[in-house]
């Protein structure tokens, strides 16, 4: 479907070459937009960014530190040379670490002692820090930056890319749950911040899809399902994973103004019901 309002406009994406955000990209693409990946491998990105060209769209790869205030000054200044202000920036960089993770579900007695157990006590400040930083702090700064090309702009948009976990915590990845009710919250704050001067924000909830970022999480080696997938399909009422290209739909409506100019504020949850199942 052509979305003709977002044609010739300029979008950032940070986390770009990854399974979603590069699937958001390849949807924009086909709106004759002016894309700038950004994120810390320039070689995925490079790749993302000849796929958007392939599919009509002009296209810019910008090695970037999304919580380096410092670098993503440099990536603005870059994508501003190339295609002037900026209209519409989704926020997709973010992920987990496997430090700031406890081993178990469930805290039981033993597990301080037991060398083999990350429990709740040995999660370091350092390991939490990085990943809290790298959703909720990665989320301001690039807004920061990049948001001062938007205001009075009436077709501006800030799209963030919250989770599941924001509206209940996941078993053992305190940090990253956290960090994504927060950028659900900074969404809510951005909205009405912004609102008088026309800046929309708001935020895309995505359920459970296979990434690079959780196969070792959710498949097995031989491609069957581990026990925390089969507690992910068993808490999603379509039964099954979701497939990157069912976001790009609620991405366009969010980021075409003709359509969605009166939203702001929003999480949508993309979910195969997720969030509405109550287990039982």
Known sequence: MKHEHLKGKTVVITGGSGVLCSAFAYALAEQEMNIAVLGRTMSKLEAVAEKIEALGSKALAVKCDVVDAESVKA??????????????????????????????????????????????????????????????????????????????????????????????????????????????????????????????????????????????????????????AKKVIYKTPMRRFGKPEELVGTVLWLCDASQSGFVTGTTIPVDGGFNAYSGV
């Open 75 to 228: 990536a603005k200044k870059a994508v501003n040379d190339a295609f002037g202000k900026v209209d519409i920036l989704i926020n997709g960089a973010g992920g987990n670490h496997p430090q700031g993770n406890t081993t178990k579900d469930i805290f039981e007695d033993g597990d301080i002692e037991d060398p083999d157990v990350r429990s709740f006590f040995d999660l370091s400040p350092e390991n939490f820090n990085y990943v809290f930083d790298l959703n909720i702090v990665g989320t301001v700064i690039p807004t920061q930056i990049f948001m001062v090309d938007m205001l009075g702009n009436p077709d501006a948009s800030v799209l963030n890319v919250s989770s599941m976990s924001a509206y209940h915590p996941m078993t053992r990845v305190s940090g990253y749950s956290a960090a994504k009710a927060a950028v659900s919250n900074f969404t809510e704050w951005l909205a009405v911040h912004f609102a008088e001067n026309g800046v929309r924000a708001n935020a895309i909830a995505p359920g459970f899809f296979i990434t690079e970022q959780n196969k070792r999480l959710m498949l097995n080696d031989d491609g069957s399902y581990t026990e925390r």
